[in-house]
């Protein structure tokens, strides 16, 4: 079959031959192709997992529960600045503060996270200029109730304290990258 073209000339058509086709369909290509593709994927080690038995490795960056820090002597960490408060983009946290005795430092009364609307962006984390708020290492906190997931500054501390280690090695960890 030809074709014209603009300058008038036959051309010969880009189609590919019969005898081309016939000689792929007689040797199987596309089928052989696509079994060795398939047979390369089966000798693969698989990735699933059997969750929870067992867990991926998680990064040191890795965002998930909330929790509040304490200093080594058992005083908060939180200087009630609220720059947390005015970086989240979700408008998720909500901080009461007023002054601590004489020597004009403030303290929180009220830290509150509403979990629902929080997007685990790690804003509030980063704004911090004491790490008093970390998104710490659980990734296991799921509820059965909604009013579960609205954390007070007593359930912030709690998580606080039973992360501590992990929250300070991660930190450690990704310190040079900061």
């Not at 067992?54 to 908060?76: D, I």
């Not at 408008?91 to 004489?102: D, M």
Request: with cysteine; glycine share 4%.
């Amino acid at each position: 079959m030809t074709q014209a073209t603009p300058q008038g000339s036959p051309q010969a058509s880009p189609k590919a031959s019969p005898l081309l086709a016939a000689i792929k369909s007689v040797f199987l290509k596309e089928f052989f192709s696509t079994f060795f593709l398939a047979f390369r994927y089966l000798l693969k080690p698989k990735p699933t997992l059997n969750y929870p038995h067992e867990k991926n490795p998680q990064s040191p960056r890795f965002r998930g529960e909330h929790a509040l820090r304490r200093y080594p002597n058992g005083e908060e960490r939180c200087i009630a600045c609220k720059l947390c408060e005015a970086i989240c983009p979700a408008q998720a946290i909500t901080i009461e503060a007023e002054p601590r005795g004489n020597d004009g430092t403030r303290r929180t009364t009220r830290y509150d996270i509403d979990m629902t609307k929080c997007i685990y962006c790690g804003f509030c984390q980063e704004a911090c200029p004491v790490d008093a708020i970390v998104e710490g290492p659980n990734a296991e906190f799921a509820t059965e109730t909604r009013e579960e997931l609205f954390y007070d500054k007593q359930r912030l501390l709690d998580n606080g304290d039973v992360w501590e280690r992990e929250i300070a090695r991660n930190l450690a960890a990704d310190a040079p990258y900061r």
